[in-house]
């Protein structure tokens, strides 16, 4: 089995709407993949609408959380997306996202860049507007070359010149959510340092102790080292290890199933869950 357990739609900051993208998972050999867009679950039903056979889709969503002033997010799987305590919370962080990309712009163009929001609301469509939209902004102005190079201290990184801060939930309650909603919690990319500050080992054992469930360890920005030393924390910890590519269509670089989660693991994960279970293709029903 291959299993990719990251991945982004339009519903947030991909550039494949949800039945692209899990077509595109189908076209690329996956037997499993998750769509976990930023705080938001709005791409589920298309995504289960076009689900084609063969292909297993595993509901979920990555929560932006923040501790001590450090950014990370949080990979929630095959919880009860109605629960009304996660779902709240889901929403404050979203209706956040329009004023702090405003917010952006406005500090851009003090710095002399010449964007406007509406050129920034036409790249995010129907998305959650986030950082990456801005970032696409600046690439088609030409200020940096890639959306990666936007994410510096110069532009868009957190504590960066254009930097805002947003509503993010801190992340024990996060966990704490996610678990009364029947759902299994997994720290994407936790020691992704070229994104910025990451939080330290004390604290990711902090989070097993209040019941995280995993760590993804086969991340595009984590070396051979890191992925190393990750798993051996999480053998220490108990903690389960994933693997997935972050796809986000042609805004990254990364392929879908470039990492994968052994089968073992996925699981796992399936057994804990008790908010949703993973939902088998039968063909779909659009286009």
């Known amino acids: 089995m291959r299993i990719d357990l990251h991945t982004h739609s339009t519903a947030s900051d ?11 998972a189908a076209a690329a050999g996956l037997d499993v993949v998750a769509l976990t867009d930023h705080d938001t679950t709005r791409g589920h039903a298309d995504a289960l609408a076009a689900l084609p056979e063969g292909l297993t889709l595993v509901t979920g969503a990555e929560l ?26 889901r929403e404050l962080v979203r209706d956040d996202r ?16 010449p964007v406007e929001w509406a050129q920034v609301a036409r790249i995010a469509g129907d998305g959650s507007v986030g950082r990456p939209h801005v970032a696409e902004a600046l690439v088609e102005l030409g200020v940096v070359g890639t959306v ?21 939930l801190d992340p024990f309650t996060a966990i704490r959510l996610v678990k009364a909603a ?12 070229k994104r910025g500050r990451t939080v330290p080992e004390s604290v990711i054992a902090e989070l097993a102790a209040h019941g995280l469930d995993g760590i993804e360890v086969d991340h595009m920005d984590h070396d051979e080292a890191t992925r190393t030393r990750l798993r051996g924390l999480a053998g220490e910890l108990g903690l389960l290890t994933t693997g997935s590519s972050d796809y986000h269509g042609s805004r990254k670089t990364c392929r879908l199933g470039e990492y994968t989660t052994d ?6 994960i399936t057994r804990r869950a008790t908010g949703a279970f993973p939902v088998p293709g039968t063909g779909g029903t659009r286009p």
């Open 14 to 24: 991909g550039t494949d709407t949800p039945a692209e993208l899990v077509r595109s």
């Open 64 to 89: 932006s959380c923040r501790l001590d002033g450090v950014g990370l997010h949080m990979l929630a799987y095959l919880f009860d997306a109605a629960e009304p305590d996660l779902l709240r919370e």
């Open 98 to 113: 329009v004023p702090r990309a405003r917010a952006m712009v406005g500090k851009l163009q003090e710095l002399g860049v």
């Open 148 to 168: 990666s190079d936007a994410f510096t201290p110069d532009w868009l990184a957190d504590g960066g010149r254009a930097y805002v801060e947003k509503h993010e």
């Open 182 to 193: 029947g759902g299994v919690t997994v720290f994407a990319h936790p020691l992704a340092v």
């Open 263 to 268: 089968p073992e693991i996925y699981g796992e």
